[in-house]
């Protein structure tokens, strides 16, 4: 039996951000031009894009793997590579996406809502970016940093106002094609429908979407037939229509029981109860059909069941059907209103920029350092550079994780862990490492020699933090 694709797993990678370059200007008979190194062009971003066009996740299924572009590194004479193309994933109104563990990460509802999968890399400032007054000729440039690379998965729940359910060719197909202008497939087998349908219903002055969802049977909760995987089509819809079959052919059935046993079945995937629920008593243009129907409608109604008596074949009872199901649907509508189409982009997550923390590992002996920035600034760093690797120790001393490193106790030649446990630079720490070019200061001095004076020390930290600022501002522009 062909599978109900309704659930993929797609492994997105965003774009590597290309590196910076470091170049000096070269002219005839001038030395020393300058650093023109360009910087490097971010990585493309892995973006989930609602297209009220596509309707299922078959093209995922098919191919999962999917790969936005990487960034092209700077070259001399300040020429920036270029970005890297996001790309752009079309899925179907109602997409769930969730991490492996089954977490919610987004749910994406209305033509246009947008959902950053991976962030694309940024690119590595070149040596010209990086030059500042007391920085002249940076003989360095940032690395670009790697694209987000994630696993996530898609479901596909239909967002329609009104939901058929009921035990294979009952006749939900067949009533979706007479109520609405949809034409799903019909035949006399179980299991017709794989996939929902959904049709639009223009009854008086209420439109409303209607769905057909597969076919149930009893045990579908232990995974018998399509199994209840399908049900979370079901979820978002505010009505619920049982068609029980009149003229079933098999002799261990009946309408009433049929509803006994889609009822529990719902039970079983549970979250449903609330959701009011009529009845269609579907397929009276057969003698015995009829007066089955005519028998069973006050038992049903005892139940507090709403009946309709219909033919999907003769075309009979639908106009009833229709305009009640748009009064329920106009109620639910008033009670709560639908979630606004809105196009809105979503990200995975707030990126915490501001802060880092330095904890002892016990399991591996090392002070470890956690924090976006620090994490960043370690993927930019080209550590064959004495200079880059100068340059980075001046960051992270600057944004406090040397002071912070000295609170938790860590002395000279322990060990520090920049990143999580399974991809960390680790090094043993210096604290006179941490400052490394900078110390270099104007050329021919070297502060490590002598005490700074404190005034020009002052003068040389804001400018410092100036630079730091300027930069970040740099990295995050479209150059
Ligand atoms: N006589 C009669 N036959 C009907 C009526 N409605 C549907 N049928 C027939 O019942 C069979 C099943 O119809 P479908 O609409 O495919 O049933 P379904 O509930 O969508 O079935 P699945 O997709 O398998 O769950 C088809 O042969 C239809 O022609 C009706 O009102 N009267
Ligand atoms: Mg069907």
New binding site residues.
């Given amino acids: 039996m062909t599978t109900f694709v309704d659930r993929v797993e797609l492994h997105v990678a965003a774009g590597n951000g290309g590196h910076g370059c470091a170049s000096v200007h070269r002219e005839k008979f001038k030395p020393l031009g300058g650093p023109d190194g360009g910087n490097g062009g971010r990585g493309g971003d892995v973006t989930l894009v609602v297209d009220q066009s596509v309707t299922t996740l078959l093209d995922y299924h098919h191919s999962p793997h999917r790969k936005a572009t990487n960034g092209q590194p700077g070259a001399g004479d300040h020429r920036s590579g270029k970005d890297g193309q996001d790309l752009i994933l079309p899925v179907p109104d109602g997409t769930v996406v969730l991490d492996k563990q089954g977490n919610v990460l987004a749910d994406l509802v209305g033509e246009g809502t947008t959902y950053i999968a991976g962030q694309g890399g940024r690119g590595g400032l070149g040596n010209a970016a990086l030059a500042s007054a007391r920085r002249k000729a940076p003989g360095f440039a940032l690395l670009g940093v790697p694209g987000e690379s994630t696993d996530i998965v898609l479901e596909l729940k239909t967002v329609a106002d009104v939901a058929l359910v ?1 035990y ?7 009533l979706i094609s007479v109520l609405s202008a949809a034409k799903p497939k ?3 087998y ?4 794989l996939v929902p349908n959904l049709g639009v219903v223009t009854a008086g002055a209420t439109v409303y979407t209607i769905a ?1 969802v ?2 149930l049977i009893p045990g579908a909760s232990q995974g018998k037939g399509l199994g209840l995987e399908f049900l979370r089509h079901v979820e978002r819809c505010s009505v619920l229509v049982h ?1 029980l079959d009149t ?1 079933t052919l098999e002799s261990d059935r009946d309408p009433v029981s049929d509803l006994d046993v889609i009822e529990e079945e719902l039970k079983q995937y549970g979250g449903l109860d609330d959701r009011p629920r009529i009845v269609v008593l ?2 009276i ?2 003698p015995d059909g009829q007066d089955l129907a005519d028998m069973i409608r006050p038992d049903l109604e005892a139940r507090g069941y709403q009946v309709f008596e219909v ?4 075309r009979t009872g639908l106009k009833e059907l229709s305009f009640a199901l748009a009064g329920i649907v106009a109620e639910a509508r008033a009670a709560k209103p639908k979630e606004e189409a809105t196009r809105i982009v979503i990200r995975p997550k707030a990126v915490d920029d501001a802060g880092f923390t330095v904890t002892f590992d016990e399991a591996n002996e090392v002070y470890r350092v956690r924090g976006e920035k620090p994490e960043r600034w370690i993927r930019q760093t080209d550590f064959n550079n004495d200079e880059a690797v100068g340059y980075l120790a001046d960051r992270l001393n600057r944004l406090g994780v040397e002071d912070a490193l000295v609170k938790a106790g860590a002395r000279s030649g322990d060990g520090v862990a920049i990143g999580p446990e399974e991809n960390a630079v680790v090094f043993d720490w210096e604290p006179t490492m941490m400052a490394g070019a900078e110390m270099l200061g104007r050329r021919g001095e070297d502060h490590r020699l002598e005490a700074p004076r404190p005034a020009a020390q002052r003068r040389r930290d804001r400018d410092a933090e100036r630079d730091e600022a300027e930069q970040e501002f740099k990295e995050f522009g479209p150059f």
């Fill in positions: 009921g294979p060719s009952a006749g939900k197909s067949s019909i035949a006399d179980p299991f017709t429908t057909d597969p076919g068609v003229a579907n397929k243009d057969i033919s999907a074949v003769a």
